[in-house]
């Protein structure tokens, strides 16, 4: 069975710094997505970003990219110009033919 | 077609009680899952289904919990017998394997149970 594992329960970041998720996964596919989703407090939980693994490039959305190593079946998240707004709990996904996996999430905080 | 919907928000009942759940996807998306979630921990998986057809139900969803989705659409979610256990926000979840959009989950508000 897949399993994602998030080994940051907290993290916290001053604003306008950069910050680092760190996410791994177990899988014996080679065909497969991963994702980091954000749920702030309370509310709707909404993709951030998401990576194919058949590719290669890491994926950038604006101010969030990831860094996917494939063969250490890694999967982090870097936040760069911290906002107050991107305090919220982020999970690490994994999708393969079965479903969505999801890790336990890591808390960022982001000082003003 | 605003996103994934889902009734009620919020739901309190007495234990021992039956709830259901309503689930509203994304109107193109052939398929549709449902997790639980407590405070603090990630979603947890509970079924999910592809059209009409419930192709995976977790080894955690007891014999209290059942799930439909009768014409592919919309789909419910019952516990029978409610305990204080089953308290949890119950969130539902849609994506396609068809060749428009990506492959991520949409997720709706989600359902806050209480049993008291």
């Known amino acids: 069975a897949q399993t994602v594992t998030q080994s940051q329960p907290e993290m916290s970041v001053q604003e306008a710094e950069t910050v680092t998720l760190s996410c791994t996964y177990d899988t014996s596919e080679s065909d497969y997505y991963l994702f980091w989703y954000k749920q702030p407090p309370s509310r709707q939980m909404i993709l951030v970003i998401r990576q194919e693994a058949y590719k290669q490039q890491n994926a950038t959305e604006n101010r969030f990219s990831v860094n996917f190593q494939k063969a250490a079946k890694s999967f982090s998240l870097k936040i760069s110009d911290s906002q107050l707004g991107d305090a919220a709990m982020y999970f690490c996904?994994?999708?393969?033919?079965?479903?969505?996996?999801f890790g336990t999430g890591t808390l960022l905080a982001v000082q003003p | 077609d605003t996103g994934v919907s889902q009734d009620p928000r919020h739901k309190i009942t007495k234990r021992g009680q039956n709830v259901t759940f309503r689930c509203d996807p994304i109107s193109e998306h052939n398929r549709l899952y449902w997790y639980r979630q407590t405070l603090g921990q990630g979603p947890e998986f509970l079924t999910y289904?592809?059209?009409?057809?419930?192709?995976?139900k977790s080894r955690l969803l007891s014999d209290r919990f059942s799930a439909e989705r009768p014409k592919g659409s919309f789909s419910t979610l019952e516990i029978q017998r409610t305990e204080q256990g089953d308290s949890a926000m119950y969130l539902c979840?849609?994506?396609?394997?068809?060749?428009?959009?990506?492959?991520?989950?949409?997720f709706g508000q989600g359902t806050r149970l209480t049993v008291v």
């Open positions: 996904a994994y999708r393969s033919a079965f479903g969505v996996v």
């Open positions: 289904f592809q059209n009409e057809a419930q192709l995976e």
């Open positions: 979840a849609s994506s396609s394997t068809l060749g428009t959009g990506g492959p991520e989950a949409f």
